[in-house]
């Protein structure tokens, strides 16, 4: 898995040749080993015979764009996705996550903010990243391994994107209170993050696809209409 050291492998796909130069100068000077493509089609081979720590995507591509590249490579591909786009609509926003990118960056942006980005999700995504709590936290038939960042489901290993571990280990150490989607918001996503309450529907939606038995009829993580969600514990 990834290590958010000098050896991370970020994949840069932007088609404007002189974002991706700057792109690819900055990483490398950080200390990133760093592999760029122009095209989608190309980023989606390279995704599979790099095997990124992370994918640094740009939303309008030629050939495949970065939507369907990002659709594809989340079939069979836990590997951490920023996206970039020049539209920045809240709308765009909530797309890119819906099908599956962990984080949402509008250009024009500042380098640094990118860079700032990279390091919280590699570091999201490391085992052995930020100090970890170290104990297994269970509820029902679910058990996380905090430090690890592995849910299992009755025994079985369940996969889940670095949001939705955070979700819900959130929810599994706040059992039985209801929270807005703001609160969920400032809590999970920290409050520098500028997505919308949807983003916290959108992963509430992919968590009971993976914990429901009925995603459709949650019984374990549910709606309090008017108010956000009840983790049942
Ligand atoms: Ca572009």
């Known amino acids: 898995m990834a290590t958010a050291t000098a050896q991370s492998r970020v994949l840069v796909v932007e088609d404007e040749e002189t974002l991706l130069f700057t792109l690819a100068h900055n990483l490398k000077r950080e200390g990133y080993a760093v592999i760029t493509a122009t095209r989608g089609d190309d980023a989606l081979r390279l995704a599979r015979e790099v095997q990124p720590d992370l994918i640094v995507l740009d939303l309008m591509l030629p050939g495949v764009d970065g939507m369907q590249v990002c659709r594809l490579l989340r079939r069979d591909m836990q590997v951490p996705i920023i996206m ?11 797309r890119g996550l819906d099908i599956g990118a962990d ?13 700032a980005r990279i390091r919280a999700l590699l570091r ?6 930020a100090a970890p709590p170290a104990a297994t936290l269970s509820s029902g ?36 209170r209801v929270f807005s989607r703001e609160q969920i918001l400032d809590e999970v996503w920290g409050l520098d993050f500028y997505g919308g309450p949807r983003t916290v529907d959108v992963h509430v939606r992919w968590l009971r696809q993976k914990i429901e038995d009925d995603p459709a009829a949650p019984e374990r993580l549910r709606t309090i209409r008017g108010s956000g969600y009840l983790f049942e514990g």
Do not use: S
């Open 84 to 94: 970039l786009t020049a539209l920045g609509g809240e709308g765009d926003r909530v």
């Open 141 to 176: 038939d679910l058990a996380l391994d905090p430090a690890r960042r592995e849910v299992r489901r009755a025994g079985k290993f369940i996969r889940l994107k670095p949001k939705e571990y955070d979700l819900l280990q959130f929810f599994v150490q706040h059992p039985a």
């Open 103 to 115: 984080d949402y960056i509008a250009k024009p942006f500042g380098m640094r903010e990118l860079l």
């Open 124 to 129: 999201r995504t490391t085992a052995g990243g």
